[in-house]
């Protein structure tokens, strides 16, 4: 087809449905381009056609639409990436990197699942770019969100929308009126090279490798800058259909997210049971390098719908789908030296600092030795010829040395007996493969370390309290423990380097914003060990207030989700410690305060506040399930039952519970009582 020139081809009257017409066949066009790979006329030709297009909505601005594909730049640049909560939580996915590790999922699945045949799976390569959200009202784009930590992520709409292969206004007219869809944008290999290549030609700096060059793409405040990226797009599964479900198979929803106009990996497969699946891995693998786009493995995912739901999920990944990473890359280099590094928590880690090295895309430097047992294991020694491996975004680490090279008499290292930052003795436990500092809050690189974790953007989210000022702050012993973070004025704080007096306001008034928070972020700040982003999350959903949690019990700890019997030990020693409850109370008195827990429901109901046992064969509900429920009732789990248990709850087969609580006299409810109370929920 050839354009005409608008001002002869559109006579008065029928602007608007010319305008229309350019619209249905730029789209058709752009579908057949993206998605079916099967363009049915030239690039000028279509050029022709968009130009026509723009240069009526210039003529007749009131026409134009947000969805129009003239409008893919336009918006000005954001001051910031504003934060969106996810629909439902984005989770990441359990890795498996061995055959023997997806053998022992597909076990669990079944056995989970109770069926004796083979699963169907979904298989799919796993792109090495950056997980997004994208929210279709309609049929037109209205949202789109990075990953973040999985349950807020950035506001990248407006980038988002400069992305040609990503449609504006889905195709057809079947898909919902509200429409999630979850997948991965990248920058092809191609577009990556002549990227850089014409970053080398104008002296600028170039990206390391597809991925940095796609996420750094998606965050530009300008979205002016992100047009010209090659970025693309594939779509792998549909977050919320809310009231509706699509399909029943994780394979047919790709097929009708293709439908819609949305690109999916044309790579992506069903296989059936173990073996299928990693005969999909080793092609995949073989076609690796050969493919257009950057991958790090496949992902395997239980095809059925109905089928996932029954599984459900741990707290931070789906039972039903697992990343099978291929073999992280690795290359030759020497160990310069080993140094020792003092974590957060004491623990003194052994750092090889290496002859540098390419690996992995990035220029790698020093790489981990792990602990002093591990280092001993390997025989690591200072002039040694080693393997360095680098997985993702994994630190780098000193896989095997070759012996075979050694030459002379290389220097064997010896764990320091004493503290390298604070001179404090070194100790290391019987059966502990990690050495500690003894000096606690009076080593240095602790107490830095600790303020830089209570003051980075997950924990307290301390604006303006970088790296080089706590440095400053705990050398000038200015602070030594979070508490003298609220008590630092804007006179004491133009007394360190490079601050003036805009930047000692904008700290003080972040110090001040930050008392506000939420409970699992407090938790979070304060460095326990092992407690991470999630298990904060569902300690302060679990117990919804920090006394509570304070003085509880080991076995309760571990009736938590994500909490074993090592996590609940750390937890409960850490406040067993008066040092750590005089921390927290100095905070409080300072004025930190958190609202209700992030995902508890605000009710009032009869189980708020019990500490209720579960027990015995339930017929209506898992088990999980119920737990799930009495917590967000505002209740507590407990594992066992107690004098300071309140409710009992059975099903069919209970047993040495069910009687110790009538022994106790511990108020008991049958199945069918439990499941009316349930029902009875009612919102404040």
């Known amino acids: 087809m050839t354009a005409q020139n608008p001002k002869h081809s559109v006579v008065d009257g029928k602007i608007e449905t010319r305008i229309d017409a350019l619209r249905e066949e730029i789209n058709s066009h752009n579908y057949r381009y993206h998605v079916l790979d099967d363009p049915i006329i030239p690039d000028a030709e279509y050029d022709k056609l968009l130009t026509e297009l723009a240069e009526l909505e210039a003529l007749h601005p009131s026409l134009i639409i947000p969805e129009s594909p003239t409008q893919r730049v336009g918006a000005a640049p954001a001051g910031g990436f504003a934060e969106v909560r996810h629909e439902s939580p984005m989770l990441s996915l359990d890795n498996a990197f061995n055959e023997e590790a997806v053998t022992d999922f597909d076990k669990r699945v079944r056995e989970r699942l109770k069926v004796s045949g083979p699963i169907s799976y979904a298989v799919e390569p796993k792109l090495d770019g950056t997980a997004i959200s994208i929210v279709f009202e309609h049929g037109r784009l209205t949202r789109a969100a990075t990953r973040g930590d999985g349950t807020t992520g950035e506001d990248v709409t407006h980038n988002v929308r400069t992305i040609s292969s990503i449609p504006l206004q889905l195709h057809g007219n079947d898909f919902p009126a509200f429409l999630e869809v979850r997948g991965e944008i990248f920058m092809p290999r191609a577009g990556f090279d002549a990227l850089n290549e014409k970053a080398r030609k104008a002296g600028e700096k170039t990206f390391v490798n597809p991925r940095n060059a796609a996420a750094g793409s998606l965050r530009q405040l300008d979205p002016r800058l992100t047009a010209p990226r090659p970025l693309d797009m594939f779509v792998y599964s549909i977050g919320q259909t809310p009231g509706r479900r699509v399909t029943e198979r994780h394979s047919q929803s790709l097929e009708r997210l293709k439908d819609w106009g949305l690109k999916v990996c044309p790579e992506s497969d069903v296989a059936e049971g173990p073996s299928g699946c990693l005969r999909f891995y080793h092609q995949m693998a073989e076609l690796r390098d050969s493919l257009p786009y950057d991958i790090d493995g496949v992902v395997y995912k239980v095809d059925d719908l109905e089928l996932q739901e029954q599984l459900g999920f741990v707290s931070r990944a789906p039972r039903w789908a697992i990343a099978h990473k291929f073999p992280a890359q690795e290359q030759l280099t020497t160990v310069a030296?080993?140094?020792?590094?003092?974590?957060?928590?004491?623990?003194?880690?052994?750092?090889?600092?290496?002859?540098?090295?390419?690996?992995?895309?990035?220029?790698?430097?020093?790489?981990?030795?792990?602990?002093?047992?591990?280092?001993?294991?390997?025989?690591?020694?200072?002039?040694?010829?080693?393997?360095?491996?680098?997985?993702?975004?994994?630190?780098?680490?000193?896989?095997?040395?070759?012996?075979?090279?050694?030459?002379?008499?290389?220097?064997?290292?010896?764990?320091?007996?004493?503290?390298?930052?604070?001179?404090?003795?070194?100790?290391?436990?019987?059966?502990?493969?990690?050495?500690?500092?003894?000096?606690?809050?009076?080593?240095?690189?602790?107490?830095?370390?600790?303020?830089?974790?209570?003051?980075?953007?997950?924990?307290?989210?301390?604006?303006?309290?970088?790296?080089?000022?706590?440095?400053?702050?705990?050398?000038?012993?200015?602070?030594?423990?979070?508490?003298?973070?609220?008590?630092?004025?804007?006179?004491?704080?133009?007394?360190?380097?490079?601050?003036?007096?805009?930047?000692?306001?904008?700290?003080?008034?972040?110090?001040?914003?930050?008392?506000?928070?939420?409970?699992?972020?407090?938790?979070?700040?304060?460095?326990?060990?092992?407690?991470?982003?999630?298990?904060?999350?569902?300690?302060?959903?679990?117990?919804?207030?920090?006394?509570?949690?304070?003085?509880?019990?080991?076995?309760?700890?571990?009736?938590?989700?994500?909490?074993?019997?090592?996590?609940?030990?750390?937890?409960?020693?850490?406040?067993?410690?008066?040092?750590?409850?005089?921390?927290?109370?100095?905070?409080?008195?300072?004025?930190?305060?958190?609202?209700?827990?992030?995902?508890?429901?605000?009710?009032?109901?009869?189980?708020?506040?019990?500490?209720?046992?579960?027990?015995?064969?339930?017929?209506?509900?898992?088990?999980?399930?119920?737990?799930?429920?009495?917590?967000?009732?505002?209740?507590?789990?407990?594992?066992?039952?107690?004098?300071?248990?309140?409710?009992?709850?059975?099903?069919?087969?209970?047993?040495?519970?069910?009687?110790?609580?009538?022994?106790?006299?511990?108020?008991?409810?049958?199945?069918s009582h439990f499941m009316e109370a349930l029902s009875e929920q009612v919102l404040r």
């Open 337 to 671: 030296a080993v140094e020792w590094q003092v974590g957060r928590t004491g623990s003194i880690t052994p750092v090889a600092r290496l002859e540098p090295v390419f690996v992995g895309g990035v220029t790698v430097s020093n790489a981990t030795l792990h602990n002093f047992d591990e280092l001993k294991r390997k025989d690591v020694r200072v002039g040694d010829t080693v393997i360095v491996r680098r997985a993702g975004d994994v630190i780098p680490e000193v896989v095997r040395v070759l012996k075979e090279r050694r030459k002379g008499k290389p220097r064997k290292v010896k764990l320091p007996g004493i503290c390298p930052d604070c001179g404090s003795e070194v100790i290391k436990p019987e059966g502990d493969a990690v050495a500690r500092c003894t000096g606690a809050l009076f080593c240095s690189a602790q107490r830095k370390e600790s303020l830089k974790h209570f003051a980075s953007r997950r924990a307290l989210d301390i604006e303006g309290l970088g790296s080089k000022l706590i440095d400053q702050l705990v050398e000038r012993k200015m602070v030594t423990v979070p508490a003298d973070l609220y008590t630092l004025s804007e006179e004491a704080l133009l007394e360190l380097d490079r601050m003036g007096p805009k930047s000692a306001e904008n700290l003080i008034a972040s110090l001040n914003s930050s008392k506000e928070t939420t409970l699992n972020r407090f938790l979070y700040a304060l460095g326990i060990r092992e407690v991470g982003e999630a298990t904060a999350l569902n300690l302060a959903n679990y117990f919804r207030s920090l006394d509570a949690l304070i003085d509880t019990t080991e076995e309760e700890l571990q009736a938590v989700p994500d909490v074993g019997p090592v996590v609940a030990a750390h937890i409960a020693a850490f406040f067993r410690q008066a040092h750590n409850r005089e921390v927290i109370d100095a905070l409080v008195k300072h004025g930190l305060h958190w609202p209700r827990p992030e995902g508890v429901a605000n009710v009032d109901h009869q189980f708020a506040g019990l500490t209720i046992v579960v027990t015995g064969r339930l017929s209506e509900i898992t088990r999980d399930e119920a737990k799930a429920r009495i917590t967000a009732l505002g209740g507590k789990v407990a594992g066992s039952v107690s004098k300071k248990t309140s409710l009992v709850v059975y099903g069919e087969s209970a047993g040495s519970k069910l009687q110790k609580a009538r022994d106790l006299g511990v108020e008991t409810m049958d199945e």
